[in-house]
């Protein structure tokens, strides 16, 4: 069975509700487990044992959290361990230009490092979901999307 890791940090609670969408458009992926964890709960082995990995946070100051890039700093001693996973990022702040884009990057960068396979988005945010405050219908339809596109890469790729 594939496992599909989604750890967030979410002060506020509105990168939880994402992250708790995203889950949902994965679940029902045949053969897919969904681990939905917060990142100050998730370890290093989380991420060894998963086929799927999604990080999401708040933008602050244009780039991801403190507590996300602790975690993706912890992750550089396994390098070339997460080579060849899938990777996805998502996002919340307080406005539209608040860092977005960037801090979806910043998150997409380190899991590109890490030799992961990033799938852009077509209809929607383009590097991954963005919600401007708490989560509106359109932006958990959009996770919703997000994560069952992610589910079926993960089947493509290990087919």
Known sequence: ??????????????????????????????????????????????????????????????????????????????????NGKIGGAFTSSGAIGGGNETTILSIIQGFLIHGMIIQGVQKGNHYGPVSIGAPNEAVKEECVRYGKMLGDLCVKILK
């Open 1 to 82: 069975m594939a496992k599909t890791l989604i750890s967030y940090y979410s002060k506020s609670g509105n990168t939880k509700k994402m992250a708790e969408c995203i889950a949902e458009g994965i679940k029902p992926t045949e053969g897919m487990e969904v681990i939905l964890k917060k990142v100050e709960d998730t370890v290093i082995e989380d991420m060894l044992n998963s086929d799927v990995i999604i990080f999401g946070c708040p933008t602050y100051f244009g780039v991801m959290t403190a507590e996300v890039k602790e975690l993706m700093d912890k992750s550089v001693k396994y390098f070339g361990k997460l």
